[in-house]
């Protein structure tokens, strides 16, 4: 029999994750040191950096929706610990799943930018060229 304070917590991670995504899903988390997809090219891009966190986001959101029945429905049925392991299975595939998604988003818009901003110079497109944007630092 797994405590109830297991179960409480269960519900209130799915909730967080729920939380936590939505405004990334919605573009509303601008670049920061703290909140948000935090990956090399994401601090190099502004265009990488919402792209990562709108498509993440959503994952983050797929993931505590997924997971917050299954949480819920433990406590309910005072489930043992293989429905614990079910819960961590529910919560973890969007989120391991969804990193190559967001990457190739973030890559896509990296691309995108470069290529609107018009650099001629193949030198200056290296990723060790690029400095780090002053609201990062």
């Not at 990334?24 to 040191?33: C, E, H, S, T, Y």
């Not at 973030?106 to 990723?127: T, V």
């Amino acid at each position: 029999m797994v405590p109830m304070g297991i179960h409480l917590l269960l519900i209130g991670s799915s909730l967080l994750v729920i939380l936590v995504g939505v405004p990334m899903a919605l573009g509303k988390v601008p670049p920061n040191r703290i909140y948000g997809v935090r990956l090399p090219i994401t601090l190099r891009s502004r265009a990488a950096w919402d792209a990562a966190n709108r498509h993440y986001g959503w994952w983050l959101v797929a993931s505590g929706l997924m997971s917050l029945p299954i949480s819920v429905g433990m406590l309910l049925l005072r489930s043992g610990e293989g429905a614990v392991v079910l819960y961590g299975v529910v919560m973890s595939v969007p989120l391991i799943v969804g990193i190559v998604p967001m990457m190739r988003s973030a890559d896509r818009a990296e691309r995108a930018e470069s290529a609107s901003e018009g650099a001629d110079d193949a030198d200056s497109n290296d990723a060790g060229a690029r400095s780090i944007p002053d609201h990062f630092k």
